[in-house]
Nanobody, 119 residues
């Protein structure tokens, strides 16, 4: 059974940092695009960042560019999201996702981890 499990969320003050992790089990995603998404209360899910299987190509949403860094360790089947200079508007449930291949059709999703930034 394929599973993506996020961890690292929590409560942090404005300006603080958190590092999210996403561990994949059940299959390897070393050749797949992976990404982070978030959903704030009352809002639709939105794209945060994605990373190619080689880690060469990374894309970020405008709202997080320059503050968040996506990375992955294919040997550990793990993806990360380093979040710095957090703002209250970053408060959301953060979920990781994996595509079947190198495209952006994200088929596999984690349950999410809560990130709360207090003002």
């Amino acid at each position: 059974q394929v599973q993506l499990v996020e961890s690292g969320g929590g409560l942090v003050q404005t300006g603080g940092s958190l590092r999210l992790s996403c561990v994949a089990t059940g299959r390897t995603f070393s050749s797949s695009t992976m990404g982070w998404f978030r959903q704030a209360p009352g809002k639709e899910r939105e794209f945060v960042a994605r990373i190619s299987w080689t880690s060469i190509t990374k894309y970020y949403a405008a709202a997080v560019k320059g503050r968040f860094t996506i990375s992955r360790d294919n040997d550990k089947n793990t993806m990360y999201l380093q979040m710095n200079s957090l703002k209250p508007e970053d408060t959301a449930i953060y979920s990781c996702a994996a595509a079947v291949g190198t495209g952006t059709d994200f088929k596999y999703w984690g349950q999410g981890t809560q990130v709360t930034v207090s003002s």
